[in-house]
């Protein structure tokens, strides 16, 4: 039992990093057509992470001012019955079996943040790599609810990931300043995905978030 949990584990950040580097699996790939989601066209995730950090705008964080989750209107229809959090599921977990209506049956997923490994779906979230209201605060209050829609269902790379429930819940809406993966393994791989988030998305950062991706990424 516990070589197949650790080949489980394995298996999945091997994955994750795949995906960081630029040649993960064709589901993960991100969209880097003209019709990708965002207000911008800028480098594919995957690209030298300490020069895009060094790209990014840094500004004091924004007021929460107007804020709700409904503003990023979420989980939306993806088609045959399933929606967002269904496809994520599908797509991150092993052996997982769907239902009728989409339902997720079974299946097995590891949780990058916490080296934790889940059988019920009902366990697991799916966080925002850069968190919705991080996004508010670092402008995303000036796009429309159709961009923060795409942003907040985006499919097509590094910000939608299937965590613990509990995981999800200690980040919160807290940037890496305030918030970094329990597995200290793992920061590399989280910095350069914040950095490629914020990055594709024209975000900015304050300069203690700046400061703390830049650290995590001198782990690589």
Sequence with gaps: MRGKRSTTVVSGVV????????????????????????????PAPGADPAAQLAALTVAPEGK????????FPHWSSQGDGCDTRDVVLQRQGADVQVGAGCKITGGTWTSVYDN???????????????????????????????????????????????????????????????WKPP?????????????????LYSLTVDQAEHDALSAMLKTC
């Design 15 to 42: 994955m994750i990093l795949m995906i960081i580097a630029g040649c993960g699996t064709d589901v993960l790939t991100p969209d880097t057509s003209p019709t990708a989601p965002g207000p911008s066209d800028p």
């Design 64 to 71: 929460m001012t107007g804020y709700s989750r409904e503003r």
């Design 116 to 178: 934790v490994v889940v059988t019920n779906a009902s366990e697991i979230d799916i966080d925002h790599t850069v968190a919705l209201a991080e996004a508010w605060r670092s402008g995303a209050d000036k796009w429309t609810d159709e961009q923060r829609e795409k942003f907040a269902n985006d499919l097509g790379g590094l910000q939608l990931i299937a965590v613990t429930a509990s995981s999800n819940r200690a980040k919160g809406d807290q940037d890496a300043a305030k």
């Design 183 to 199: 597995v200290e393994a793992y920061w590399c791989t989280y910095a350069r995905a914040v950095v490629s988030v914020k990055t």
